[in-house]
Nanobody
Framework: QVQLVESGGGLVQSGGSLRLSCAAS????????MGWYRQAPGKPRELVAA???????DYADSAKGRFTISRDNAKNTVYLQMNSLKATDTAVYYC?????????WGQGTQVTVSS
């Protein structure tokens, strides 16, 4: 069993910054890709950013230039640094990890950006 525990969400003003963290725990040998998704009310879940075990990254167009994904393989942790936040970034952010040939999800953390 794998558990993903997110932290770092909250309320921030437009233009502000937040840093999300997600730590994976459980019985596994290694983690393939890790990433962050988000879901706003009434909208489908969408990819924000992803990073492979070798550090290759991928970003949604909406995140490019503002968000940075990184990971600490020794700590099985992925981070999302979010700068220049906008009201349209308001959503529940979910951590994702591909481990043992399947996707695992965190419980989600709320990010609210006030305009």
């Amino acid at each position: 069993q794998v558990q993903l525990v997110e932290s770092g969400g909250g309320l921030v003003q437009s233009g502000g910054s937040l840093r999300l963290s997600c730590a994976a725990s459980g019985h596994f040998a290694s983690i393939n890709s890790m990433g962050w998704y988000r879901q706003a009310p009434g909208k489908p879940r969408e990819l924000v950013a992803a990073i492979t075990s070798t550090g290759r990254t991928d970003y949604a167009d909406s995140a490019k230039g503002r968000f940075t994904i990184s990971r600490d393989n020794a700590k099985n942790t992925v981070y999302l640094q979010m700068n220049s936040l906008k009201a349209t970034d308001t959503a529940v952010y979910y951590c994702n990890a591909y481990i043992s040939w399947r996707d695992w999800w965190g419980q989600g953390t709320q990010v609210t950006v006030s305009s």
